[in-house]
């Protein structure tokens, strides 16, 4: 039998379509922010969201994305005050959550089999109600993520520089923890609550590999989630495995195909001459825009960015950058 004449997978291949892109996309500024572990903080808070629902009678999707929205509010607002370090703020958000959720399950007299659905994801169950709000949320994380990528970018990279560009790094920081819990929450019914944080760094650290650039990076890990998800779907209705498992495998596995390839590429670059010299990079100031500015390809360095040009990397110091 066709996979496309049953209704309910059709219905899960759109989810892991919209979950494929979404999550990616959020993961990409995540881990330039170097919390790739945030993704599995925050879905310890939507169990909690899961557990009151569960408690009130209440639709367990929605419930979980306000729950999840507020806590990584909470955690980062205590960040930025310097109130609580990343480190603390995380485990704050897996053991609160975990247990606030469990609680509140077994007091509305579900068990753990009730749970199991949302931490490791049940594709095959998403009725038309839960596409709908997938849809709805994933519309606004891309809307946010893609129209607004200069600045997100710019606050994950070089905060500070940010900051001096007039960038509101509080206002953005708060955006990307907020896009991180929808995701987190609304993908609960496609790869899982234990298993969506694997979805918003495996595809980034995959696209890291081959391609340089944020630009470039951004677009081909969506790219690479999407095949993921709806390859890991289609996988499990024919292999008959859990969907959200089958999705990060195969994530895994294509990140492993991509090491050698990066290897290929890093010898390529260290034996390709520098036949130009070095030109002067344009000093900050002479940028009409922080976009503008962020245009070339920008590589991880130690704690900073570096921004590559004529293949020399330069780094944002104060009004210009310095050639590293």
Known sequence: MSIFTLDFMIRALLAATLTGLMAPAVGTYIVQRRLSLLGDGLGHVAIAGVGLALMTGHAPVPVAVAICVVGAIAIELLRQSGKATGDVGLAILFYGGLAAGVLMAGIAGKGAGTLSQYLFGSLTSVDSTDLKVVAIMAAIVLACSLGMAPQLFAVCADEDFGR??????RIFNILIVVLAAIT????????????????MVVPVATSSNIVLGFKKSLVFSMLIGLFTSVGGVTCSYYLDTASGATIVVLAILVYMASLPISSFIQRRHRKAPQEQPAEVFPRAEEHESLEQAKNYPAMLHGDHVDYLHNGHRHAPHGDHFDEH
């Open 164 to 169: 001096s560009q007039g960038v509101p790094t």
């Open 184 to 199: 987190v929450a609304v993908s609960m019914r496609t790869v899982g609550l234990l298993l969506v944080s694997a979805m």
